[in-house]
Structures are given as structure tokens and as C-alpha cells.
């Protein structure tokens, strides 16, 4: 199944794990570190008021507010950030997550030194891979785990979608770190 089909099936908690965890992997491009979203991710739990979302997205939004030198990359990631909604409800998130998806892929496309085949990451989303540069095609493996192991285990999927985010954006700091160290 393509993402963007995994997209259309999933339900509120996938999608907004789903946007979350796209965010997530890009915080090191907003000056995060690896807690600053995990009040996010509790309040996706079932125990989770439903308002704990908003305040929390806030709480968020404050600490990753200050953003330096912007080039596409954290541009791109603090537009994630900022579209985020306030209420976690299906129609909100599923427009977010879907958002996220293409963002964190341009992202990755931006941040990749291998050149990616395709004109537009939306083909890589729909499932046309060949030719995909490879951070490419591991952030696109990441947001499918994520949704499939939301759609199979619910809120017990939650987390190992943490742990696939954990380790994309440990990822992308290193890249991260390894551009400022030769733009540097």
C-alpha cells in the first residue's frame, strides 16, 4: 500500500502520530533535542485528555520558536511546526499529516547529497521509487511503519512509532551536522 493510501485509512491517533512523527524527525533542524516533542506523544495515549494536545502543541511551539539561520530545510520543518493543529481532530490532523509527509520528504530531499530521480516527492509518496536517493527512501520507510504499526497495534503501536522516529532523527542530525560542518 502506498503512503498515500495509508494516509486516507488511517484514524485520528495515526495521523496525528503520523504528523508528529515527521515533525519529530526534523527537530534537529529547529534546535531540539531528542524530549522536547515527548509531551506530544503522551498526549496520544488513551489516558490523554483530549485538550492536553493543544497545550502541549504550545508548549512546543515555544521551545522550537527560536530558529536561526532559516534556509528551505528549517523553513520547511518550523511550517510543520506552526501548521499543527490546536484541536486533534480527524479532519485537522489528516490535512497536517498529510502536510507533514511531504514536507519531511522535501526535507530530506534538500538535505540529501545523492541526487533523487524523481521530479516531485508526491511519486515517491504514491509509490514510484526507483531511482530514490537514499534518505529519501528511508524517511519514506519510516512515515509507512509508523502508519502500519498505528493501523495494526493502535495506541500499543505507539511506541515503536516513537523509536522509528528516535532513530530518523538521530539520522538527520547527523546529516544535519555533517552540512554545517562543510558549509562551516
Same mark, same amino acid.
Given at each position: 500500500?502506498?503512503? $498515500?493510501? #495509508?494516509? +486516507?485509512? +488511517?484514524d485520528e491517533r495515526g495521523l496525528a502520530a503520523s504528523g508528529l512523527a515527521c515533525l519529530d524527525r526534523c527537530v534537529? #533542524?529547529?534546535?531540539?533535542?531528542d524530549e522536547t516533542l515527548r509531551p506530544l506523544w503522551a498526549s #496520544?495515549?488513551?489516558?490523554?485528555?483530549?485538550?492536553?494536545?493543544g497545550e502541549r502543541l504550545e508548549q512546543a511551539r515555544a521551545k522550537l520558536d527560536a530558529a536561526g539561520e532559516e534556509d528551505e530545510a528549517v523553513s520547511l520543518a518550523h511550517r510543520m511546526l506552526q501548521a499543527a493543529p490546536a484541536e486533534r481532530s480527524a479532519a485537522a490532523v489528516r490535512v497536517w499529516a498529510d502536510a507533514c509527509s511531504v514536507a519531511s520528504l522535501q526535507i530530506h530531499r534538500l538535505l540529501d547529497p545523492s541526487e533523487d530521480d524523481a521530479s516531485s516527492v508526491s511519486v515517491r509518496r504514491e509509490g514510484r521509487t526507483d531511482?530514490?536517493?537514499?534518505?529519501?527512501?528511508?524517511? #519514506?520507510?519510516?512515515? @509507512?511503519? $509508523?502508519?502500519? @504499526?498505528l493501523a495494526?497495534?493502535?495506541?500499543?503501536?505507539?511506541r515503536r512509532a516513537l523509536? @522509528?522516529?528516535?532513530?530518523?532523527?538521530? @539520522?538527520?542530525?547527523?546529516v544535519v551536522s555533517r552540512r554545517n560542518r562543510h558549509q562551516g
Open positions: 500500500m502506498s503512503l $498515500v493510501e #495509508l494516509i +486516507a485509512q +488511517a534537529p #533542524l529547529l534546535g531540539g533535542d #496520544l495515549t488513551d489516558g490523554a485528555e483530549a485538550a492536553e494536545w531511482g530514490m536517493s537514499p534518505l529519501v527512501a528511508a524517511e #519514506l520507510r519510516r512515515q @509507512v511503519v $509508523v502508519l502500519e @504499526v495494526g497495534h493502535g495506541q500499543n503501536g505507539l523509536e @522509528v522516529s528516535t532513530e530518523g532523527r538521530r @539520522v538527520l542530525r547527523a
